[in-house]
């Protein structure tokens, strides 16, 4: 069984910084390909980033690339989602993922992830 706990989320001004954090566990989650998706009130939960197993293959939405930066450290099972000049746009609540049908492909399909956090939530204000 394979479990994510998100941490990090809270209150920033616009322009403000957040770092998220992601615990994983479970024997399997290391090997797979993580990502972060987040969902405002009203829409749907949208892809932000992914991150293969390795580290060198990053894939991020439009929206944050540049401001957003995802990383993750195998030897604590956690996975981190640095965002900067933070915009009343990204608020939402915020998960974590496994996708664990792939390694190397980032996939930014949310069908394609099959394990989540409960979310932490972000909001920005202006």
């Known amino acids: 069984q394979v479990q994510l706990v998100e941490s990090g989320g809270g209150l920033v001004q616009a322009g403000g910084s957040l770092r998220l954090s992601c615990v994983h566990s479970?024997?399997?989650?290391?090997?797979?390909?993580l990502g972060w998706f987040r969902q405002a009130p009203g829409k749907d939960r949208e892809f932000v980033g992914g991150?293969?197993?390795?580290?060198?293959?990053?894939k991020y939405t439009d929206s944050v690339k540049g401001r957003f930066t995802i990383s993750r450290d195998s030897a604590k099972n956690t996975v981190y989602l640095q965002m900067n000049s933070l915009k009343p746009e990204d608020t939402g609540v915020y998960y974590c993922?496994?996708?664990?049908?792939?390694?190397?492909?980032?996939?930014?399909?949310?069908?394609?992830?099959?394990?989540w956090g409960q979310g932490t939530q972000v909001t920005v204000s202006s």
């Open positions: 993922a496994v996708d664990g049908n792939h390694a190397t492909f980032v996939s930014g399909r949310t069908d394609d992830y099959d394990y």
């Open positions: 991150i293969s197993r390795s580290g060198e293959t990053k």
């Open positions: 479970g024997r399997t989650s290391s090997r797979y390909v």
